[in-house]
């Protein structure tokens, strides 16, 4: 078996009532403890199961039920009915890094926020990521083992995480836990990833607020969301073009949502729109269905065309037609330092 990081307990909690958690006094291979409510909490394939009560039931591989089987609780059934379309995508998902200079994801998240949060982390800092999947955006733009930052991949999904473990090595650190009942003490991250999350979750709202009392005074947090905007064309149809292949809760989150949770605790030093209706378009049609995607992925030609005329586009057009504008977001956030002490 694989032990937890022993550093990993210095920033987690018990997902119930907050207490603090020490390995079981056995080996850090067999899981925590939490000091005020004795509740224990195991590992699985090196990840550190972190579940409240009413999630418990997912803590082991292959235990989400099936669709047909309702729990009453509203956020559970979410939750459920998320993993039945994430787990099996998750485990045919590419184990390969993200690139720095191609593909539409990499390229975007290194120029509008890696690159510029990189040099502000401290040597060995905490990192923590709020739905990470395979962390696949860590492992390439930011990898540990050659950063040395203490990096936390979190998610509902363990064979997500499993996968995440593989193009990361071992010396991470795993958790299985809920976004909206964080694990996590406040202050004590120097940088919370929240990449493409938000619009899965039941209640966004209150996940983004752990995420951000979760960053330390200074601080950063990187965003990067699908936010809502009008549908092209929407009076003529009642649907998408990607329903068929987005998850049962894909939704839209306001743009101004997202700022004024964050704002409440700190200041947005960077926001940026991107992926257009024309980006989409060109991006489905000539790359998808030709079978370019892959070429896509290594080519940092094509990628800062298609990003050139995305742009364009949006900044264009958007503020005179909204339902041409921008679909997503991304932004780099700084909690307030503390005040000073007066004496």
Known sequence: ???????????????????????????????????????????????????PKRLAHLRQRDAVPPREVQHHDPNVRWVEDELQWWDPWHERDPLRP???????????????????????????????EMGAGTSRTVAGLWPP???????????????????????????????????????????????VLVLGVLHHLSDWRSALE?????????GLLLLHEVVEKPRVLARFRSGGFNDAWVSPHEGD????????????????????????????????????????????ETSPGITAVLNAVDQLFGRCLGPLFPSLGFHEVTGIWQRSPEPAVVR
């Open 98 to 128: 993200l690139s720095q200079r191609s593909g539409l994801r990499g390229r975007s998240r290194e120029v509008n926020l890696f690159r510029h949060t990189r040099p502000r982390a401290p040597t060995a800092g905490f990192v923590i």
């Open 210 to 218: 752990r995420a951000a009392l979760t960053v330390r005074p200074g």
């Open 145 to 191: 083992h050659e950063t040395g930052i203490r990096y936390v991949a979190t998610d509902m999904s363990l064979p997500a995480l499993s996968g995440g473990r593989r193009i990361l090595g071992p010396t991470v650190a795993s958790v299985q836990c809920d976004a909206v009942e964080w694990p996590f003490r406040p202050g004590v991250a120097d940088v």
């Open 1 to 51: 078996m694989t032990e937890i990081p022993s550093w990993l307990v210095d920033v987690a909690q018990c997902p119930d009532d907050g207490g603090p958690l020490r390995d079981d006094g056995r080996s850090s291979c067999d899981g925590v403890r939490c000091v005020r409510c004795g509740e224990q909490y195991g590992v699985v394939d090196g990840v550190l199961g972190l579940l």
């Open 253 to 296: 989150v306001p743009a101004l949502d997202i700022r004024a949770v964050l704002e409440r605790h700190g200041r947005v030093l960077r926001w940026r729109g991107e992926e257009s209706p024309l980006r989409f378009v060109l991006v489905k049609y000539l790359v998808e269905r030709r079978g370019r995607y892959e070429l896509l």
